[in-house]
């Protein structure tokens, strides 16, 4: 069972930056897949970017060119860097991990972008 505990939220004015961290319980070295997922009040959970174990990342189109996802493996941490907040980045951030056969979720950590 692979605990994850995101931190890092907050309010900030639109064109600022913020910085998530995700802490897992265990190894990030022994999760195949790592990623942040977002949800909105009044909409779906979307998928916002992923890292693999190898190091390979992907993103949505909505997180191209301001987001950026990264990992401290001694710290067992995922990092989602966000640069360039719009108002429409408000919502509640999930760390998502994958290790097979499990699917693992975090609390989220609420982020406020004001315009």
């Known amino acids: 069972q692979v605990q994850l505990v995101e931190s890092g939220g907050g309010l900030v004015q639109a064109g600022g930056s913020l910085r998530l961290s995700c802490a897992a319980s265990?190894?990030?070295?022994?999760?195949?897949?790592m990623g942040w997922y977002r949800q909105a009040p009044g909409k779906q959970r979307e998928w916002v970017a992923l890292?693999?174990?190898?190091?390979?990342?992907n993103y949505a189109d909505s997180a191209k060119g301001r987001f950026t996802i990264s990992r401290d493996n001694a710290k067992n941490t995922v990092y989602l860097q966000m640069n360039s907040l719009k108002p429409e980045d408000t919502a509640v951030y999930y760390c998502k991990a994958v290790r097979a056969p499990g699917v693992y979720w975090g609390q989220g950590t609420q982020v406020t972008v004001s315009s």
């Open positions: 890292i693999t174990t190898g190091g390979t990342t």
């Open positions: 265990e190894s990030i070295n022994s999760i195949g897949t």
